[in-house]
């Protein structure tokens, strides 16, 4: 028999988990309230944004590298550099994985995420993203710096968590365990093959496709943008988190989830979303589709080929069309410097 008192404590917890807002607990998305009482603290800040925009405005205290995703991956692969070159890279950046961490860039794009990411595979605990970023921030009235920051270097030293990364090797060992599901957060054109990004289309047996701007209120927002249909970034909010639950239902949060898109950036956002639904075990493919779908004997669903004739047959037209375009304009300056004064 539950006595009077633990009955009014259990209503009372209901209550404060009803109407506490969402501001993340495992991967610890967060709003700006949360964010300019940690900088009050001497939280770390790092904008994940291009070092021109960075110039141009951020956050005060913010370092900056420029994009990770392109800083801390191999161009000609996108794999992440060797371990001691992003170790000496994030220590000269001032980035201690022994202190609170705030991750921003441009509300709802990957760069936060990924960076996240790569630092919790490194081994640092305390890292939370702002989802709303820098627009965000700039809506609540915050001030704006263009003040370049640079915190005192540190020694990184990575404690790889190896449970929360996945090899092309593990990917394929885990095809036929009941226990494991895979999310494929790419476009549903990339997941049918018809848009192929690697030597071949189409995507990993068996994996769920759910692209990761599903997460937005409104995943259609870049496109409005585009047109001028609409005023800011406000539809790329993540849903409520009943929405967000209804969106990953088919999933089973108990089991090993794999999550992957073209090369670990999108899914980047949806491991986050999905540990801060409580999913328990997590994992980022970082090679995703781009080393999969070049990996021929691994076997794919809707499979499709890059037909490399005819996108050299399109650049042909293409340099064709611009040589009969450069030999027009050059007729028309001949013709204008000939017209009598």
Request: net charge negative; charged share 25%.
């Amino acid at each position: 028999m539950i006595d009077r008192t633990t009955r009014i404590f259990l209503a009372l917890a209901c209550v404060f988990v009803l109407f506490t807002p969402w501001r993340g607990a495992v991967a610890g998305i967060v709003d700006t309230e949360f964010v300019a009482q940690a900088l009050s603290q001497g939280a770390i800040l790092w904008d994940t944004r291009s070092e021109e925009d960075y110039k141009r405005g951020h956050i005060p205290g913010a370092v900056n590298m420029d994009d990770p995703q392109a800083v801390l991956r191999d161009d000609r692969n996108e794999d992440l550099l060797a371990i001691p070159k992003v170790e000496r890279m994030l220590g000269e950046l001032g980035i201690d994985p022994t202190r609170q961490i705030v991750i921003y860039g441009s509300k709802g794009m990957p760069s936060a995420y990924f960076a996240e990411q790569v630092l919790r595979y490194f081994g640092a605990a305390d890292v939370h993203i702002y989802h709303g970023g820098l627009d965000d921030w700039k809506a609540a009235g915050k001030p704006v710096s263009t003040d370049a920051t640079r915190l005192p270097p540190v020694a990184f030293d990575a404690k790889l968590q190896k449970n929360r990364w996945v090899s092309t090797r593990e990917v394929l060992a885990a095809l036929d365990r009941p226990d494991v599901q895979i999310v494929d957060s790419r476009t549903p054109k990339e997941f049918s093959g018809d848009d192929i990004r690697a030597l071949r289309g189409g995507h990993i047996p068996g994996a769920i496709n759910i692209p990761y701007e599903d997460n937005w209120v409104d995943p259609d927002t870049p496109r409005k943008l585009m047109r001028r249909q609409v005023q800011n970034k406000d539809g790329m909010d993540l849903k409520p988190r009943e929405e967000l639950k209804a969106l990953y239902a088919a999933l089973d949060p108990d089991k090993e989830t794999i999550v992957y898109c073209q090369s670990g950036s999108r899914s980047s956002v949806t491991v986050s979303v999905l540990e801060e639904l409580g999913f328990r075990n997590v994992k980022l493919y970082d090679g995703s589709w781009l080393v999969y779908g070049n990996t021929f004997d691994a076997p794919a669903e809707s499979v499709s080929y890059f037909n490399v004739g005819r996108v050299n047959g399109m650049l042909k037209q293409m340099q064709s069309r611009i040589d009969m375009l450069e030999s027009e304009i050059e007729e028309l300056k001949s013709a204008a410097t000939k017209k009598p004064q």
